[in-house]
């Protein structure tokens, strides 16, 4: 089997097994999963064919599934609207896979000028037709902003560090990257140890699994630093597991972090 080699640090993966990955609708397909220990990064071995079918058939890039995904996520847009606020008051934004534009919407609707990044044919034309600017791919816009934010769309990208460069280059001198994350490597790392599961498919839809090492390691290696992490998502903490997730990372400050998903709040290095 080829060398899987680690995006970030670029040593060569250890192989640790597989996930059934979505690539049609309703149709899985078994892919090999690659593990960095020093970055804590799982990697999936992805063709580009894969990758791009994947990203047609996704549940959240059907347009019938539209308003459902409206519904359940509104709350939870409106506070990253306000969250983006606290750091910028009149930002410039770029949403980086915006799909139905949920996000751009909330921030609209605060006067907030917005942008988007979709590589989805058909949303990006739905969009269009709303009135949103809204650009195939990251590497072709040439505006500049205070904040490009990443809502579960980073962890899809093969090469996270050159996302990061093109993101510094978009970003003005004090601009703000805010990246939306899962948080599983430690559920996939506690299903291994402790089940000797090679089954990995807990992971979900990423390309790369983040915690917050390999996430700090990319960004220090691209010139950001993490300004804050929150742990807290409101309208998306529905069960009481995420509650009890939440209010552990509290009380251990941070050394136990199992919530379901980590927001990463990043600027230039000083
Ligand atoms: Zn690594």
Redesign the pocket.
């Known amino acids: 089997m080829d060398n899987v080699i680690?995006p970030?640090?670029n040593?060569p993966m250890t192989d640790s097994g597989y996930a059934n990955y979505l690539v049609g609708i309703k149709k899985f397909a078994r892919v090999p999963v690659f593990y960095?220990k020093?970055?804590d990064?799982f990697s999936k071995k992805l063709s580009h064919d894969l990758l791009q079918s994947h990203l047609n058939s996704a549940a959240y890039v059907l347009p019938e599934n539209e308003q459902t995904y409206y519904q359940k996520k509104m709350v939870f847009f409106n506070f990253i609207t306000s969250l983006i606020l606290r750091y910028k008051s009149h930002p410039r934004i770029l949403d980086v896979g915006c799909s139905y534009g949920h996000l751009m919407m909330a921030v609209a609707e605060e006067g907030i000028y917005v942008e988007g990044v979709e590589i989805n044919d058909t949303l990006r034309e739905r969009l269009k037709t709303k009135g949103f600017q809204v650009h195939k791919d990251l590497f072709e816009v040439s505006n500049r902003y205070d904040a490009i934010t990443f809502i579960d769309s980073f962890f899809y990208f093969q090469n996270p560090l050159d996302v990061l460069k093109r993101c510094k280059e978009l970003l003005n001198e004090d601009g703000i990257l805010l990246l939306r994350l899962t948080n599983r490597n430690w559920l996939a790392r506690l299903r291994w140890r402790l089940f000797k599961r090679s089954d990995l498919s807990v992971l979900g839809d990423t390309t790369h699994s983040y915690s917050i090492k390999s996430i700090s390691r990319s960004l220090n290696k691209t010139g950001f630093s993490i300004k804050d992490i929150h742990l807290f998502e409101k309208g998306r903490m529905k069960k009481i597991f995420h509650l009890l997730a939440y209010l552990l990372a509290v009380v251990t400050f941070k050394k136990l972090i199992l919530t379901s998903g980590l927001i990463v709040l990043a600027d230039r290095q000083a």
Do not use: H, R
């Open positions: 680690c970030i640090c040593c960095c020093a970055c990064l």
